[in-house]
T-cell receptor, first 108, second 112 residues
């Protein structure tokens, strides 16, 4: 089956630092999605990428759909305390396949 | 996007009992999905809920354990039957719009 490798598994950073995480796969996807999940909540869609090579921003978040359609990255600039949470990538092709998540922890 | 609500938000249940989780969407959608998220894990698709037909289950999930109803384009239910402690998880419904899915807030289930 399709698998996504998401890294890093966790990040401990200082407030104000930039964050970078990525997902890779051996399979091609039609769409890449990035979600954030807070404790006790459902995943919230941050960015959706529909075309290979697409670079999309949402405030301090920037994500790219890899040119090979097998990878994607998410960057967060100038992190703030409310960025804490679990970030999931998901590839879409006849359904969603999720990465295992990146736990972001911010030290003030 | 879509506004999705789930009931109950959480429950504590005894083993051997069943719980039905409801998912309501504020607009008509064709595709609805049910996921399970075990503690500290990622999301695993249980089934796709099709309006007017049987749900389509993923490998490892069966209708007898997770019966699903989809009576109309805005509502679905998932029942977790004959529960055991291993069923303790967050259960999430989602709706598909284009190639994107939007998730409900989840139902936290603890089975004792």
């Amino acid at each position: 089956g399709q698998q996504l490798n998401q890294s890093p598994q966790s990040m401990f950073i200082q407030e104000g630092e930039d964050v970078s995480m990525n997902c890779t796969s051996s399979s091609i996807f039609n769409t890449w999605l990035w979600y954030k999940q807070d404790p006790g909540e459902g995943p919230v869609l941050l960015i959706a990428l529909y075309k290979a090579g697409e670079l999309t921003s949402n405030g301090r978040l920037t994500a790219q759909f890899g040119i090979t359609r097998k990878d994607s990255f998410l960057n967060i600039s100038a992190s703030i305390p409310s960025d804490v949470g679990i970030y999931f990538c998901a590839g879409s092709r006849a359904g969603l396949t999720f990465g295992k998540g990146t736990h972001l922890i911010i030290q003030p | 996007s879509a506004v999705i609500s789930q009931k109950p938000s959480r429950d504590i249940c005894q083993r051997g009992t069943s719980l039905t989780i409801q998912c309501q969407v504020d607009s008509q959608v064709t595709m609805m999905f049910w996921y399970r998220q075990q503690p500290g894990q990622s999301l695993t698709l249980i089934a796709t809920a099709n309006q007017g037909s049987e749900a389509t289950y993923e490998s490892g999930f069966v209708i007898d354990k997770f019966p699903i109803s989809r009576p109309n384009l805005t509502f679905s239910t998932l029942t977790v039957s004959n529960m055991s402690p291993e069923d303790s998880s967050i259960y999430l419904c989602s709706v598909g719009l284009l190639e994107t899915q939007y998730f409900g807030p989840g139902t936290r289930l603890l089975v004792l």
